[in-house]
């Protein structure tokens, strides 16, 4: 039966038309009121309203043209192309997209009148150097006049935002002797509307809900307003009263921005009803909701077949407890929105906290520079220097950081690259080096490359690790390292999860060749063949390595590794404290695949 079915209460009721659907060539029932006006609307949205069996009229504001004025002394007389219904002051509903953005090329057969009476022909004149040719703000001034002629009776108009604009146009008063032009004020794309509350245009993602609209209003828009954007703000109307300046109750906010900034509203006066929304992805669910739900309670008088009992919904018909109810569901969702804003701010402060890491892996030149000494800090190195800042007016190359230890100097380059190191830069630092134990008099100069390779790659993607066989082999023999800011990037989160210790991770820095950061003193216990339960339940064979339940163990797939914990020990089928010695079933904390190595940490006795 269409949208509006469930709306009737009786079928004798139902006043209906009926439209044969282009679809399916069926014959749909249509309701006769509201009777709706739809200005470009998209052609899904329309075709969903008629389908429904909303009464619509499909119209436009207007396309734009593009006019071939080519060089100057061209010009080119246009008329307008917007489609209202002649009797638009009859319609109970306006909907506007303001957001059109339709243009078609110039043809001169359709901006010339085949039958025209009088001695005047008036035509828009437009002239080189325009070459878009925008009707849209005086049709929408045209479109204002109409509505204004909608008297003595309640209607609504509803428009999906666009950029607030203004144009001036030309006229040209053709004659039989003579051309008059004649110059027209800017007409803005709000003209339909007497006074709109025009604000700054800003364009963003991040819409807000007033807690103060009604419930089920509020429960549509939140719906629909993901993947949703707006183009436009509204200033709040302030009115005069008894000496004071206060908001005009009659603009209810509905929507803003993350900066508060009105970004659709309803205005409501005795008669003439308009609400402005964001653009809205799904403009055809959210107007069938609307149509259905939200404009029988709002807008009774329009909507004369809805016998949904809406009215219900008004405060003088509230049921006991209902009040309490409705104020107890405002404030979990006012105490929602607090804790989302303070979850936002909590995201924002750790972005900024650790953006050091994300400069690890995307950033070159000084930048990768300040984010490396941020992370050399961080894992506890206490003398970190950036050499640049003692050394800008040298014209010899030194090193990007220094860093003083207990067992000598380490000197670090670091490069951030589109694609993967040359011989050269992998080599310079060792240069460098032998520069600073001359200086210092002693060989206790540690020599580190740091490379941010294919660096607008994807990590994971790159090439790991970018450096040849030869580049190895070459650091080995002159005693320096090799490293990738990516390895550095998974360092902080195998020391975040305990897998190695700072202190282990900055004696790394300090190989030669290939640096590698794995945990040390482990003991190797198995490689299981049986995986249970998705990889929670293994089978390992101990050989006089003792395990007990709550111990944590690490482990390695593909060099990478993680700690599990053991929840459970079985042996014959029983479960155990502790195992040393045989074949035990394990329970474990996360799963593991197949091909995995179980590691776990000696002791300090067994370190000793």
């Known amino acids: 039966m269409g949208l509006f079915s469930k709306l009737f209460s009786k079928k004798e009721d139902k006043k209906t038309l009926t439209l044969n659907s282009e679809e399916t060539g069926e014959k749909i029932p249509i309701i006769e009121r509201p009777v709706i006006c739809c200005l470009d609307l998209d052609r899904d949205t329309i075709s969903v309203l008629r389908r429904a069996g909303a009464n619509i009229f499909?119209?436009?504001l207007g396309s734009k043209?593009?006019?071939?004025n080519k060089e100057s002394g061209y010009q080119h007389r246009l008329l307008l192309n917007n489609n209202f219904p002649p009797n638009l002051h009859e319609y109970d509903i306006i909907?506007?997209?303001?957001?059109n953005s339709k243009t078609i090329d110039y043809k001169t057969e359709e901006h010339e009148r085949k039958m025209h009476t009088g001695k005047v022909s008036t035509y828009f004149l437009s002239t080189y150097p325009e070459t878009l040719f925008d009707p849209r703000p005086f049709?929408?001034?045209i479109l204002g006049g109409k509505i204004k002629r909608i008297k003595n009776r309640k209607y609504l108009v509803l428009a999906f935002s666009s950029e607030a604009y203004g144009l001036d146009y030309e006229l040209v008063n053709i004659t039989e002797d003579d051309a008059e032009i004649k110059e027209f004020p800017e007409y803005c794309i709000y003209s339909f509307w007497d006074s709109v509350p025009i604000a700054e245009p800003k364009i963003g993602k991040e819409i807000y809900l007033n807690s103060k609209i009604d419930s089920e209003f509020r429960s549509i828009l939140g719906k629909y307003k993901a993947g949703s954007f707006y183009n436009q703000t509204f200033k709040q109307p302030i009115i005069w009263e008894n000496n004071k300046k206060i908001k005009d109750e009659k603009y209810l906010p509905l929507m803003t921005n993350m900066d508060g900034d009105i970004i659709s509203y309803m205005e409501s006066n005795e008669n003439e009803n308009l609400i402005i929304f964001p653009q809205l992805k799904d403009k055809s669910n959210f107007l069938i909701e609307f149509l259905s739900k939200i404009g029988p309670s709002f807008y009774p008088e329009l909507f004369p077949y809805a016998t949904n009992f809406s009215w219900k919904e008004q405060e003088e018909y509230w049921l006991p407890g209902y009040s309490q109810l409705i104020e107890e569901k405002s404030n979990i969702t006012r105490e929602y929105e607090e804790k989302i804003k303070e979850n936002e701010k909590k995201i924002e402060d750790?972005?900024?906290?650790?953006?050091?890491?994300?400069g690890l892996i995307t950033e070159t030149g000084d930048s990768l520079k300040k984010s490396l000494i941020q992370y050399l800090k961080w894992l506890g190195f206490e003398k970190v220097k950036d050499c640049d800042q003692?050394?800008?007016?040298?014209?010899?190359?030194?090193?990007?950081?220094?860093?003083?230890?207990p067992e000598g100097l380490l000197i670090i380059e670091c490069k951030g690259i589109g694609g993967t190191s040359t011989d050269s830069d992998c080599n310079q630092i060792s240069k460098i080096k032998y520069r600073r134990c001359k200086e210092r008099k002693k060989f206790d100069v540690f020599a580190l490359y740091i490379v941010n390779h294919q660096r607008y790659l994807p990590p994971i993607k790159r090439q790991n690790p970018p450096f040849t066989e030869n580049q190895i082999q070459d650091a080995k023999n002159d005693e320096r390292g090799l490293l990738t800011t990516y390895q550095l990037f998974n360092l902080f989160f195998d020391i975040e999860k305990g897998i190695l210790s700072k202190k282990e991770a900055r004696e790394s820095f300090l190989e030669f060749s290939l640096v590698s950061f794995r945990p040390k003193n482990l003991i190797c216990i198995f490689?299981?063949?049986?995986?249970?339960?998705?990889?929670?339940?293994?089978?390992?064979?101990?050989?006089?390595?003792?395990l007990q339940v709550g111990e944590e163990l690490l482990i390695e797939k593909d060099g990478k590794f993680d700690c599990v914990k053991i929840l459970e020990i079985q042996e014959n089928g029983k479960s155990v404290n502790q195992g040393s010695h045989g074949e035990f079933g394990l329970k474990l904390s996360s799963k593991i695949r197949k091909k995995s190595i179980i590691w776990k940490k000696k002791s300090a006795e067994e370190v000793i």
């Not at 750790?350 to 994300?358: G, I, P, V």
């Not at 007016?393 to 860093?403: K, M, N």
């Open 527 to 546: 490689e299981p063949t049986e995986i249970y339960e998705n990889g929670r339940i293994c089978i390992v064979k101990l050989e006089n390595i003792p």
């Open 58 to 60: 499909d119209g436009t």
């Open 95 to 99: 909907i506007i997209d303001l957001a």
């Open 350 to 358: 750790n972005r900024s906290k650790y953006s050091f890491l994300h």
């Open 390 to 405: 003692d050394n800008s007016e040298s014209l010899l190359l030194e090193e990007d950081i220094q860093v003083e230890l």
């Open 139 to 141: 049709s929408s001034s």
């Open 65 to 68: 043209v593009q006019v071939p």
